[in-house]
């Protein structure tokens, strides 16, 4: 999982550095290390703990996994809409790209660490 905050977190750098040059403001928070690299800790993390969930608990967590990680991933875009309020468009669409770039890194990550194969072979029939 490590890996995966790492990455998330580089590809989020590169994200916020690209959104600035873009014309987001240098204060928008949200764009700061402090607040994206936490928040990728998290959604690292919450989503290993989901994963883990749905390996142990759904009958075919392949197929539940397929709608439940988009779903997810558009749920965590709610409170980066409200801050369309503020009038900053090119520093949400970043944020929103962000959560993006980690589900695309983490997901594989989940997959190759806690594969949903191995569930279901271990799973006794009936």
């Known amino acids: 999982m490590f890996v995966a905050f790492l990455l998330s977190s580089l590809v989020n750098a590169l994200?916020?550095?690209?959104?600035h040059a873009l014309g987001a403001p240098d204060d928008f928070r949200p764009?700061?290390?402090?607040s994206y690299v936490f928040l990728t800790a998290l959604g690292v993390l919450g989503g290993s703990v989901g994963w883990t969930l749905v390996r142990r608990f759904s009958?075919?967590?392949?197929?539940?996994?397929?709608?439940?990680?988009?779903?997810?991933?558009?749920?965590?875009?709610v409170p980066d809409f409200f801050l369309?309020?503020?009038?900053?468009?090119?520093?949400?669409?970043?944020?929103?790209?962000?959560?993006?770039?980690?589900a695309v890194i983490a997901v594989p990550t989940y997959y190759r660490v806690m594969p949903l194969s191995s569930v279901r072979a271990t799973r006794s029939p009936g």
């Open 31 to 34: 764009l700061e290390p402090s």
């Open 15 to 19: 994200i916020a550095v690209l959104a």
């Open 84 to 102: 369309f309020g503020e009038g900053e468009v090119t520093g949400v669409v970043a944020l929103l790209l962000m959560h993006v770039a980690v």
């Open 59 to 77: 009958p075919d967590p392949e197929r539940l996994l397929r709608r439940l990680v988009p779903s997810v991933v558009v749920l965590s875009f």
